[in-house]
């Protein structure tokens, strides 16, 4: 722990989210919408070998004190690459190359590996968040220019924060996911009533060739959860990541999934897929968190080539599960290519960045208002053609 002292406040860096007793930690993470930022989850990664620095994701949290009092905290990682963001700054790190900038290491905000909004410093209630932020901000940019580090970033912000960040001086990324989100739906049926004719009819075709494959889908949360499916949702993870070869992103170990059951498991919703020959072992599951009124898809897997059980077992069980809970959103996860056509709507999220290398800032600053404009515009015409019904448009 490295610590400085501010007026009225204690700066310290630490390298291990377990030199803060959780609940002083969870104190500040508990009470926002997002559960990726709670003391269990980011230790889970640093303890399971999942986020380390041999990894790539050297842990370097700031934490600020009052007194033996924390009363702000943020979850930073120093990078020396950028995989595992979902935030794809590979051409500003070719740019950076090619003028002689040395782009990594960069310091870098969010929940490893987590492509969900709400990232943000975590300022205990009634603290000045904008005092706090300052401090925090003064802190990093201090740091990186000691250590030479290119730029800041923070990613899937809390939209909320969002303004407090520029006020500081950080400029915004513009990008989308696709997050469902609950128009008072009472039923299954209420979700498809949205949809156009054709498309509601190949939502229960998909849905119908589940069952005709003689599968049996049952979710499956907290307690209800076998010990054995936390190791079986990491085969089922590993063999999904295997299949797509580098682009398969497989950052968790068998570790992080098994820890989960014992110190997570009340946030887990596995929704698993059996056999009519085995009632005990799924063939297939997702992995979904849940936390409030919110769901976020995390990932899947079948040891079977099972026409269209993906669709189910990652967007309309849980979509079911939703309803049927007053859940009101719902993010399945990166990507976009099959969630248009199943009602999730492109949805705006920013990353916010901060460049430390004169050069870098001139460039790429005016290029990313150029490209926030193009994206809106890509959020639009996505927008544009979802196959809703046009009483419900």
């Not at 930022?37 to 949290?61: D, I, K, M, V």
């Not at 740091?143 to 923070?154: E, M, T, V, Y």
Request: aromatic share 14%.
């Amino acid at each position: 722990m490295v610590k400085s002292i501010q007026p009225n406040y204690n700066v310290a860096w630490i390298n291990k989210i377990s030199e803060v007793p959780q609940v002083a930690w969870d104190a500040l993470a508990m009470p926002l919408k997002t559960p990726f930022l709670e003391w269990e989850w980011l230790n889970n990664l640093e303890t399971s070998r999942s986020a380390t620095g041999q990894a790539g994701w050297l842990p370097n949290h700031l934490t600020i004190w009052r007194g033996l009092t924390l009363i702000a905290a943020a979850p930073l990682y120093i990078k020396g690459h950028s995989q595992g963001e979902f935030v794809f700054d590979h051409q500003w790190a070719d740019l950076a190359q090619r003028i002689g900038v040395e782009y990594y290491p960069k310091m870098l905000g969010m929940s490893p590996f987590t492509p969900a909004e709400g990232y943000r410093f975590l300022i205990a209630p009634g603290e000045d968040e904008d005092e706090l932020t300052a401090i925090m901000v003064k802190a990093i940019d201090h740091f990186c220019d000691r250590h030479d580090i290119s730029g800041c970033h923070f990613l899937y912000v809390d939209p909320n924060w969002q303004p407090i960040l520029e006020r500081h001086g950080f400029s915004p990324w513009l990008h989308h996911s696709s997050i469902w989100q609950n128009s008072g739906f009472q039923t299954f049926d209420d979700y498809l009533a949205m949809f156009n004719a054709n498309q509601r009819r190949n939502i229960k075709r998909e849905r119908k060739a589940v069952e005709k494959a003689g599968l049996r889908l049952q979710v499956l949360t907290g307690d209800e959860i076998p010990k054995s499916f936390f190791p079986l949702m990491y085969n089922f993870y590993a063999d999904t990541c295997d299949k797509f070869g580098w682009w398969g992103s497989k950052y968790l170990t068998k570790r992080f999934f098994e820890q989960l059951q014992a110190n997570y498991r009340h946030r887990v919703v596995f929704v698993a897929a059996y056999s009519e020959y085995d009632a005990h072992q799924p063939l297939g599951m997702s992995f979904c968190l849940t936390k409030g009124e919110n769901l976020y898809g995390r990932y899947w897997g079948s040891f079977q080539e099972i026409d269209c059980l993906h669709f189910d077992v990652c967007y309309y069980a849980p979509i079911e599960w939703a309803i049927a809970r007053g859940i009101q959103t719902f993010d399945p996860g990166a990507g976009g290519r099959h969630k248009k056509r199943r009602g999730f709507p492109a949805t705006p999220n920013h990353s916010m960045h901060r460049f430390y290398n004169r050069r870098l800032t001139q460039i790429l600053i005016p290029y990313l208002k150029e490209v926030n404009e193009l994206e809106r515009q890509e959020i639009e015409a996505i927008n544009q053609n979802l196959p809703f019904n046009c009483d419900n448009s």
